[in-house]
């Protein structure tokens, strides 16, 4: 085991609010800047990372020790898709816990959680009071803060461009599963792998598309909006692309930033949230039957609920806050949830969502040979389970 002690270096996190945390630095050994939000998760640590959702972010673990079970290895899947992360690369632009685990435990880990931050450059702090500082931006809000290490020059941003969708959405399309049924167009914003592996897992077809992709002249039967960074109001092409599916029958499903553009395209307004949503075991309760599901979540911007326009309703909430947490059309096959149905390490309590969506693309589309249903995919998803 290498001398860690002969290699510790002091560091500090610190808060626009003038307030500083005294730490010790681990994994890269450079200073970073960015937004500092909080989760809540006992595990997950390399899913959390690896999401594109928290390109740029410093993120905190409130649960005290993390690392313990280590970090898997690159295997794949049958569609070539990592196995145990959600993107090929960290995209949190910092770490912060009270104490990273230097030995873990668990037959499929390669290697520690410190040595594969340093491997991909991302700047880690331990040695902080988490739980104090969860409480700190739970009454303060979301804040920006710095990772400064002893020695190490002054921390760069680590938001990247302004506008963090047009950096961790692909370049050009992907097509997964050829013939499959049935087929869905995927714009993504900063998909999750998980979401990929849910749709391809149960037959579909899907052409994974950039964010500002045009949707003209493609054939697709169902229309599939993924998480992302940032604000949703930046995805202004992306909104248009909407407005212009929302005018056809096909289904629409959005997931977390999916759900905020699908309301933005309907006429609906977005705000950013005080500390945002983001960690397992999240109460959301479907409105209408009070049933209540335990969720996976990851996101700092919320609908408005006041704001739907004629047409539209909410169709979960927060169980904690009262937040809209998913939406649905009255009047066409288009909804969405700002939880994640595929969250994985969490709860799998909505991946029936994804059945409901295939389901209602494949009832609709032409070559199905069966009559057209006028109910939105929303409705169908109750008795899906």
Known sequence: MRNEESRVR???????????????????????????VF?????????????????????????????????PGPGRDRWGIPLHFESERIWAAGLVVSEACRSPSHFASERGLPDWLAEEGVPGIEGIDTRALTMRLRVRGVMRGSIEVEGAEPGAAGEGPAHPVARVSPASPRLYNEGGRPRVALIDCGAKNNILRCLLGRGAEVRVLPWDASLEGLEYDGLFLSNGPGDPKACTKTIATLRRALAEERPV????????????????????????????????????????????QNHGYALREESL??????????GNDGTVEGIRSTEGPFSAVQFHPEGCPGPRDTEFLFDAFLEEAE???????KARDARPAAALAGGAR
């Open 10 to 36: 002091r560091a500090l996190l610190r808060l626009e609010d003038g307030s500083c945390y005294e730490g010790r630095s681990f994994g890269a050994g450079g200073s970073i800047a960015g937004e500092v």
């Open 363 to 369: 009832a609709r589309a032409p070559r199905a040979g």
């Open 309 to 318: 326009p004629a047409g539209w309703e909410a169709w979960f909430e927060n």
């Open 39 to 71: 989760t809540t998760g006992m595990t997950g640590y390399p899913q959390a990372l690896t999401d594109p959702s928290f390109h740029g972010q410093i993120l905190v673990c409130s649960y005290p020790l993390v690392g313990n079970y280590g970090v």
């Open 253 to 296: 499903f959005g997931v977390c930033l999916g759900a905020q553009l699908l309301g933005l395209a309907a006429g609906a307004d977005t705000y950013k949230l005080r500390y945002g949503h983001r960690g397992q075991n999240q109460p959301c309760v479907e409105r209408g039957s009070g049933r209540c599901y335990i969720t996976s």
